[in-house]
Structures are given as structure tokens and as C-alpha cells.
């Protein structure tokens, strides 16, 4: 063994003579292009276009286009789907809110019109207690008139007083009206069971062998005007001007009248100040 064989080379390895010849064989292309440039002179060197292949991205967006698309529709139909929840809700208080106001409505209607019904059964019953009694005091009052006719025949060469004649004609005019009281009113009425204001009048003072004119415009001047203050039973009563006067009624005596009031009460009995006439005329 040499005495140097423990100590290493310092040298680098030999590299395999394909590298070497690979290496050689660049440089040695590398120079000759060099050369070649050189000897052609200054030409113009050309542009060198080199492509760069990026990485294809587009499949991945699509995707995700698609699925943001897909979401914002998803997103629209749920507000669509949410406002017509919101819309049918709406319009189904509103029907519910309706529908019990018509039927308050209607219980409020059927409740006034049976204390109506109450009320009116309740008035008949009344009137007709209040004819019956009326009918009796008629009769009553015929009989007696028949029997005072009957002692004037027997007298016959001695006249009745004026005053007897006023008093006798007033007391049929107030029976007939009183009797009367409970009919209908039905506007142009001239009996028997439905009057109007001056056909009630008329039919009254017709009893007495008066016959007055049909309208109460001719009726309230049909005689002497009178103060409300010296009534007398028989008088006619007025409302509106003498002489266009738009209702007209009987005074009964004790500070009340007969009239065919309107449709709504009938023929009525009624204190002066239930509707306190404007005037009176006396025909007897």
C-alpha cells in the first residue's frame, strides 16, 4: 500500500462522458450561433412569440355561476311565495272583519226590529182597548142624542136655542173623530178605516150636516179664526199658514186633538203640546 493511500483526493469525480459530451456539444452550438449572427452583420433579430398554456378555469366558474343563479332564484321565489302568504292572510282578516260587522249588523237590525214589533203589538193592543172604549162612549152618546131628539118632537112649537144647536153638532163632531182614533193614515184617505188629515175633518163635520172643503189650505179658513186660548170642542186646528195650511185636526176639548197624523202613528189622540198647532178656525 502507498504511504498516500489513507489520505483522499482532493479532486472532483469524472463526470460520465454523456454529460460531458452533452455539455460540449451546447457550448459548442451556443458559440456557433454566435458566429453565424456575427457574420451575417446587424439583421434585424425576430420577435420571438412564445405561448404560455394557462390552467383552464372556466368549468369551475360555470358551476358556480350556476349555483348563485339557482340560489338567487330559489331566493326570489321564496319572497314571491312569502308575499302571497302575506297578500292571501291580508285579504282573509279583511273578510273575517267584514263578516262580523254584517253580523253584529244583522243581530243589531233583527233586535231592533223585534223591539219594534213588541212595541207595535203592544200600541194595537192599546188602541184597539182604547177604540172599544171610544165605540161604547159613541153609542153611549147616540143614545142620548136620540133621546133629546126625541123630547124636541114632542115639543115641537118651542125652538132650540142656537147654543143648544152648537153644542149638540160640536158633541157629533167629537165622537166621530175620538171614534176614529186607531185607523190608518194613508195620504187622499176619506174612510172608513183609513183617513188622511182633512179627510178625517171633512168626515167629522159631515156628521153635523157641515160639508167642508176637501183640502186643509180651504179648510183652515173655512171659518172664524180663533185664539188657541178660547178653544172650544169642534174647532178646527192648523199648522202652517191660514190658508196654506199643511195638516189640520179636531180639538176634542180638555187640551187635546184627533188627527190623522202620518203613517207611522195613524189616527191619534194627543195633547196640544204633543204638537202645538199655529192656528184655529171655528165653522159652528
Not at 233 to 240: K, S
Request: aromatic share 4%.
Amino acid at each position: 500500500m502507498s504511504h498516500t493511500a489513507h489520505i483522499p483526493s482532493h479532486r472532483k469525480p469524472r463526470q460520465r462522458a454523456s454529460k460531458s459530451a452533452l455539455r460540449a456539444g451546447v457550448a459548442g452550438g451556443f458559440l456557433s450561433t454566435i458566429a453565424v449572427a456575427g457574420a451575417a452583420g446587424p439583421a434585424q433579430a425576430e420577435p420571438v412569440t412564445q405561448t404560455i398554456e394557462m390552467p383552464t378555469i372556466t368549468d369551475g366558474l360555470a358551476t358556480a355561476v350556476a349555483a348563485s343563479a339557482q340560489a338567487t332564484q330559489q331566493v326570489a321565489l321564496d319572497l314571491e311565495t312569502q308575499a302571497a302568504e302575506d297578500a292571501a292572510a291580508k285579504k282573509a282578516a279583511k273578510t273575517a272583519k267584514k263578516a262580523h260587522a254584517e253580523a253584529v249588523r244583522k243581530a243589531e237590525a233583527k233586535k231592533k226590529a223585534e223591539a219594534a214589533a213588541k212595541a207595535r203589538a203592544e200600541a194595537e193592543a192599546k188602541e184597539r182597548a182604547e177604540r172599544a172604549s171610544r165605540t161604547a162612549e159613541r153609542t153611549t152618546l147616540s143614545a142620548s142624542s136620540g133621546s133629546s131628539d126625541s123630547g124636541s118632537s114632542a115639543a115641537a112649537s118651542a125652538p132650540s136655542s142656537s147654543s143648544s144647536n152648537v153644542s149638540g153638532s160640536a158633541a157629533s163632531i167629537v165622537a166621530f173623530a175620538k171614534a176614529q182614533v186607531g185607523d190608518a193614515y194613508v195620504s187622499g184617505g176619506t174612510g172608513p178605516n183609513a183617513w188622511d188629515c182633512s179627510g178625517l175633518v171633512q168626515a167629522a163635520y159631515r156628521t153635523a150636516g157641515i160639508d167642508l172643503p176637501r183640502v186643509s189650505q180651504a179648510q183652515s179658513t173655512a171659518g172664524t179664526q180663533v185664539s188657541l186660548d178660547s178653544l172650544q170642542p169642534g174647532d178646527i186646528l192648523y199648522w202652517g199658514g191660514a190658508g196654506s195650511a199643511y195638516h189640520v185636526a179636531i180639538y176634542v176639548g180638555g187640551g187635546e186633538f184627533v188627527g190623522a197624523q202620518n203613517s207611522s202613528t195613524g189616527t191619534v189622540q194627543r195633547s196640544l203640546d204633543y204638537d202645538r198647532p199655529t192656528g184655529a178656525v171655528r165653522v159652528l
